[in-house]
C-alpha cells in the first residue's frame, strides 16, 4: 500500500492560513491526528495520534483551533477548509464550537448548508431531463464556519474528519 506523506499537506494549509489571517485579530492552528479505535476494558475508545503519514483507509481528524489574539470580540468570523487531496469528507467533528458551518463542492468557489444538490443531466425515455441530485459528503472540497463570536484572548475548535483515499 502506497503511504501518503501528509507532512506537505498541513504545511501547505498552515502557509495558506497564515497569508488569509495576515490581517485578521484572529490567529489560526492546524492539528492533524490520526484516530484509530482500540478497545480497553472492554469498551471501543478512540485514541487520536499526530498523523505524519497515513494508509489508505485511515481516518483523520482536522481540527483547526481559532484565537483571538485583539481587545475586542471578533463577530461573525468566517474561516474556511480545505478537504485535502487523496481524502474524502466524513463528518464534522464531534464536540466542537457551535458554529454555522457550510460546505463547498467546487473547490471553494460557493458554500452552502447541507445537504448540497446539484444540477445533473440524464436521458429518460429518450428525452433528456435535468433533475437536481444530493451530493453525498464525500463530495465536499471544502468547508466554512461562520462564529457567532470570538472574545478577546479566548479560543474555539472547529473540524472535521478524513478517510484517506
Not at 483523520?60 to 471578533?74: C, E, F, R, Y
Amino acid at each position: 500500500m502506497k503511504r501518503l506523506n501528509l507532512l506537505t499537506t498541513p504545511t501547505l494549509l498552515l502557509l495558506g492560513l497564515a497569508a488569509a489571517q495576515s490581517a485578521s485579530p484572529l490567529k489560526l492552528e492546524l492539528a492533524l491526528n490520526l484516530v484509530k479505535t482500540v478497545t480497553e476494558n472492554g469498551k471501543a475508545v478512540e485514541k487520536f495520534t499526530p498523523a505524519t503519514t497515513s494508509l489508505p483507509g485511515d481516518v483523520l481528524s482536522q481540527i483547526l483551533t481559532v484565537t483571538n489574539t485583539s481587545k475586542a470580540a471578533v463577530r461573525n468570523a468566517v474561516v474556511s477548509l480545505p478537504v485535502p487531496r487523496n481524502t474524502e469528507y466524513l463528518a464534522p467533528e464531534k464536540g466542537m464550537a457551535t458554529a454555522r458551518t457550510l460546505y463547498s463542492i467546487d473547490g471553494g468557489k460557493t458554500y452552502a448548508p447541507a445537504p448540497l444538490f446539484r444540477k445533473v443531466t440524464v436521458t429518460e425515455n429518450g428525452k433528456t431531463v435535468t433533475r437536481e441530485v444530493e451530493v453525498k459528503p464525500n463530495e465536499y472540497q471544502a468547508v466554512r464556519w461562520i462564529i457567532p463570536e470570538v472574545n478577546p484572548g479566548s479560543s474555539l475548535k472547529v473540524g472535521y474528519r478524513i478517510r484517506v483515499k
